[in-house]
């Protein structure tokens, strides 16, 4: 099991260009990393990868987005301002994941096809998917042991 915390985030070399997340009003980074520490949850996401030929973060991807610590977050602010939040869920995947042993393909896999809006569109929760996974996520990085 892989334990994160808020200074070894900082202090990832990746993980530290998201200060403007982890100190972001809208959510409790804490929290976003107490979620992905849980030790059944980085067994669903190596699982995704051994078993069943997908993203890691497509293991916890369908609990992420209906918990409540994520669900506001995506759901209610516009996609534009959510993208580094986004990104930040990649790197601690990807902490995780390297810390189990794990290292990057280099490619990503699906998690989710987006619905077609208008350009400029900044209604809250109009840039979701229309079919695959995730609702708000299109893809993510691919591992292999």
Not at 5 to 22: E, H, K, L, Y
Not at 26 to 52: A, G, K, V, Y
Not at 92 to 118: D, E, F, H, N, Y
Not at 131 to 137: C, K, V
């Amino acid at each position: 099991m892989v334990v994160l915390t808020i200074p070894n985030f900082r202090s990832d070399p990746q993980g530290a260009r998201f200060a403007d997340v982890v100190q972001d009003k809208r959510i409790n980074f804490q929290h976003w990393l107490d979620f992905f520490n849980d030790p059944i949850r980085q067994l669903r996401m190596e699982d995704s990868e051994t078993h069943h030929d997908r993203p890691a973060l497509a293991g916890v991807i369908r609990e992420l987005e209906q918990h409540p610590h994520f669900k506001p977050y995506l759901e209610n602010n516009d996609a534009h301002t959510t993208q580094r939040g986004r990104q930040a869920i990649g790197v601690i995947v990807r902490m995780i994941m390297l810390g189990l042993g794990w290292r990057k393909t280099g490619r990503k896999g699906s998690l989710g096809q987006r619905a077609t809006v208008p350009p400029g569109t900044t209604t809250p929760g109009a840039y979701h998917n229309a079919s695959g996974l995730s609702q708000w996520f299109t893809r993510s990085e691919r591992y292999e042991i």
